[in-house]
């Protein structure tokens, strides 16, 4: 438990280090590499974690959906009045919205309907609420939409209002009242917004019915209990809450990071097996120097030190180097290749950019994995180092 | 079974300590078998050279175990957002019934192999090596001490259930829990004040007297105690709440990780007290030794006091 | 103060071939002498330098310096003997060739971790008396097989050791070199070191600065 560092044996390390060109070359590119690819997977998967995290975040709690035939079915409006009731619950929402393939130009818009007066459950529906008089909406039939749709309506001559077909062959005419910038490159490009009255018109809808039902929960801990208690009352629906969502996008990417966590043992075994092989290999002119420092007074001890100095001067640059590689390959450069791995998200969301997490623990998790793994690979070759026979310098 | 990238990074240096420690227990058993200092024969040079060796491969078990064990409560904390209901370490540690032994070993482990290394750099020290055989006798017995915490380790994240609800500290270290973690609520928590006080004044009165004996017991018992005034009492003053009493809470950044300096504090100190009366060092090493106890003991005291003092100035009543 | 009592050394090069190194020797050096080994290639002289030097261990017999047995140190502390007691000269200088002269001097100080100023205290010190303090930062492997023989003999006096161990010092010399060799010797026997001579080379006989010569045959003093 000597206190001082021993500079003069950093730097006797160092010039070894450096005598000894390629070996150290070739052992620090591996390290670096193990220690990059770690690092990469982790900070990706820590970013895809918060993203999904804070996707979750935003949607509603629960949902319910009304099942019939084994099908997703319009639920009544009544339903709500029921589930405000339940304890806990903080507020229900009757949501009116589904999908429209517009045949001329081939692409799917998805149009969601709001009242005015009722709270939203998303906050750039109160932005279009502000923006437009939804009253007057109402009355002469219009709807607000993307700026994306609004360019693919043009193409097709539609400038001023769109001739919808309700189910039953007949046209529906809604103006175009104005012209929103989502908040997402998906929602500018595919999501138009109408009073309900009018979606459900073009939906062939029943007056009292709407298409499913979210609910906010005071306490997010409650959310469960919630769900439960509205399966009860109402046994024909379907209750989705986030934490179902979030199970299942969790087990898809765990699923995913267990693979990478297997390669992983077989990657680090491999490099403890080539750092093992190439510290045992001594040239002789590595012997010689051993003699020598043993005969001029260096003890086994100081010997096996001075390896050790080497094992961390060598291992804690090629740690560090790893680690900044792959903050500049995830965080600069968006980790091209390794990320499309990681695809089973990015289908559910087509793009995003992994946000920046800086995690201290993972930077712990790496260093335990790499470090260590590498300090014990040189324990047996070293102590054969310093147990060289001296006598056969003086030869 | 848990199989997050910590507990896999356990796992494989757990591997790693198998094998080197085993390979360092079978050189001990030949050396604690066949050492002769005395003899000149080609098999004791052998010995000799081997004996590095196993010096070696527990320093580097040591030397990772330290961190690796910050590193392991710092997993247990992480995990424990996983499982239902714990709320911290305490939680994932109660969660299966090989936790808290785990634990208890984890630390044992940590003090045996502390002791082992001063016993062999005293060894080292001497021309005679007189404790060679003495500590390699220890390390035998250390291998199966570590190779138990090995395996409770594995057996303890494997049984972890992620879908089973544990309690959470709130309850495992409550008055009225029912385990007998809450026994200890018994004490009178003036009684155990006096104790605690009372073992560090006798520490510093056996530092005076220069008896190392009773110098070691006292910090022995003072392990013991202050780990008990910390969950009755100064732990409350942390969280500034009368009824929170959890010992690992404290290690969260909520707390400014003011937990792992009082846990350090408290095993340098402990550890540098008890160790005197086991080693038969020259005097100024037994000096420095007890120097150190006596510095960590103190900080331990005055970091622990400084809670309760600073909530009483605050706020002019005790909790 | 260096005495061999007895002393055998066998070799094991395999189970059925061991080699006897030494047989029976007894030698006693006083302090302040000069002492040569002769012998032919072979008979066992760098085996008696490096028992003295405790890198290794006799088979039998015992070998004492300074009243201290050696022959029976533990590893760390033959190695702690060595750096305080012997300065090593070695045939081939066995100089790391890559670093400076002066990292060369220091080696045997480096585990000790002396404070900077003691350090270069001791380095000026050997670098002044074997003169090569102008080539202090030139890197080993330019410079002359004298300059190199110079920063070994520096080396090997940089702990100020009470016995230089030389062990076929002028093999690789011309004889100018190795006649200024010769007056090194004289100037560290001046400093009152005892020097343990290993050589062939008849230069060394019958020198006046010369205390004693021993002659080995196969690991066997001749008289
Ligand atoms: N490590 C070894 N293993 C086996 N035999 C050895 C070993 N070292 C020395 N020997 C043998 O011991 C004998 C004495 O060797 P030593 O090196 O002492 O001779 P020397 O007098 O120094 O010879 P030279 O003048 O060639 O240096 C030789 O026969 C040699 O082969
Ligand atoms: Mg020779």
New interface residues.
Partial sequence: MRSKINFYLIEYALNALLREKYKSFFIMSIFTLLTFLLTSVFFITNSIKYELQSTVDTLPQIIVQKIKAGRHYDIDESVVDDVLDIAGVDDAVARVWGYYYFENAGVNFSIVGIDAYEKQYKKSFENIIEDFDFATLEQTPSMVVGRGVKEIMKQSYYDEYFNFIKPDGSLKRVDVAGVFDGQTQLESNDMIVMPKETLKEIFGMDEMQATDIVVKVKNPQEVSTVAAKIKLIYPDTRIITTQDLQISYQNIFDYKSGIFLALFVIAIFTFFIIIYDKASGLSSEEKREIGILKAIGWKIDDILKEKFYEAFILSLFAYLLGVILALLYVYLFQAPILRDIFVGYSQLKTSFELPFIFDLHTLFLVFFLSVPVYVAAIIIPSWKIATLEADEVIR | MILTPEVLAIFILNTIFAFFATIAFVLSVKIFLHWNIKSVSQSQYKLEKQSYLSATIIKYIFAIKVPLFLFFIFTLDKISKVITGAMCGAGVVDATPYGTYLLILKVINLYVFAYWLMLNSVDMKNEEQPYTKLKFGIYIIAFFLLMGELVLEGVMFNSIDIDKMVSCCGTIYSSTASSYISNIFSIDTGMLLFLFYGTYVLIMLFALLKNKYLFSIANLFFIIISIIAIIVFFGTYIYQLPTHHCPFCFLQKDYYYVGYLIYIFLFLGTFYGVIVAFIDAKKEQMQRDTKISLVFNTLLVLLLSAYPLIYYIKNGVWL | MIELKNVNKNY?VNKNNIVNALQNINISIQEGELFVLKGASGSGK?TV??LI?A??????GEVIVDAKQI???????A??Y???N?G?I??KY???P??SVS?NI??????L?LPAQE?QQKLQRVMKMFDISHKAEAVVKNLSGGEQQRVAIA??NV?DPKIIIA?EPTANLDERLSLSFIEILKELKALKKTIVIATHDPLFFNLDCVDREIELHKGNILS
């Fill in positions: 094991e760098s330098l490096s030097a890198l290794s261990k006799p088979t039998s022959s029976k140190l533990p590893d760390n502390f190695s702690e060595r750096r305080d012997i090593f070695f045939q066995n100089l790391i890559t670093l990292e220091l080696l045997p100080l480096v585990p971790n350090a080396r090997a702990n062990d």
